[in-house]
T-cell receptor, first 113, second 114 residues
Framework: AQTVTQSQPEMSVQEAETVTLSCTYD???????LFWYKQPPSRQMILVIR??????QNATENRFSVNFQKAAKSFSLKISDSQLGDAAMYFC??????????FGTGTSLTVIP | DAMVIQNPRYQVTQFGKPVTLSCSQT?????MYWYQQKSSQAPKLLFH???????NEADTPDNFQSRRPNTSFCFLDIRSPGLGDAAMYLC?????????????FGPGTRLTVL
């Protein structure tokens, strides 16, 4: 079975600082995709960044980047220059071929002005 | 803008009273999903449609049903809601349901069961 673990239920960061959210996953597959989704309070879930497992290069999207360690099954999200609008629940998700999505339990990020 | 729309945003129902949640999409995606998200938990997939083909998750209770009358609309029916069914229900779509596809989420419907 595939599982996704986010070991940090809550994190906080000072505005303009950098924060890293952790995610590990368990799989026997070699081909899969990993995602970070952001869910602001009372708002819809939106895609932040995604990583294809076959790519060694870490994905980046403006201030968001990942550290993908395939052998360690680790997929952390780094947010640089944190902004107040980054405050949200962040979900790590795993997608394998066959379209089954698995989400972690989420990390609630607070941005301190 | 192309969107995933869920109505209503907030739904209150009584214990045992059937309720229907609605999802529509303007993305013309083939796949539509329903997730249940309880407080402080990850979204849990209930079922999905690939076109008209219905795919139920093994642990989805029989109390939950779904209909997809056309490409744009998908409904979640809860036949006899219990207190434990109070949750946020998320609808999502993807183009082909493949690993390369991103899932696009609606804003969710928060269901309260009295």
């Amino acid at each position: 079975a595939q599982t996704v673990t986010q070991s940090q239920p809550e994190m906080s960061v000072q505005e303009a600082e950098t924060v890293t959210l952790s995610c590990t996953y368990d799989t026997s597959e070699s081909d899969y995709y990993l995602f970070w989704y952001k869910q602001p309070p009372s708002r819809q879930m939106i895609l932040v960044i995604r990583q294809e497992a076959y790519k060694q290069q870490n994905a980046t999207e403006n201030r968001f980047s990942v550290n993908f360690q395939k052998a360690a099954k680790s997929f952390s999200l780094k947010i640089s220059d944190s902004q107040l609008g980054d405050a949200a629940m962040y979900f790590c998700a795993y997608l394998k071929t066959g379209n089954q999505f698995y989400f972690g339990t989420g990390t609630s990020l607070t941005v301190i002005p | 803008d192309a969107m995933v729309i869920q109505n209503p945003r907030y739904q209150v129902t009584q214990f045992g009273k059937p309720v229907t949640l609605s999802c529509s999409q303007t993305l013309n995606h083939n796949v539509m999903y329903w997730y249940q998200q309880k407080s402080s938990q990850a979204p849990k997939l209930l079922f999905h449609y690939y076109d008209k083909d219905f795919n139920n998750e093994a642990d989805t209770p029989d109390n939950f049903q779904s209909r997809r009358p056309n490409t744009s609309f998908c409904f979640l029916d809860i036949r006899s809601p219990g207190l434990g069914d109070a949750a946020m229900y998320l609808c999502a779509t993807s183009l082909y349901g493949q690993s390369t596809d991103t899932q696009y989420f609606g804003p969710g419907t928060r269901l309260t069961v009295l």
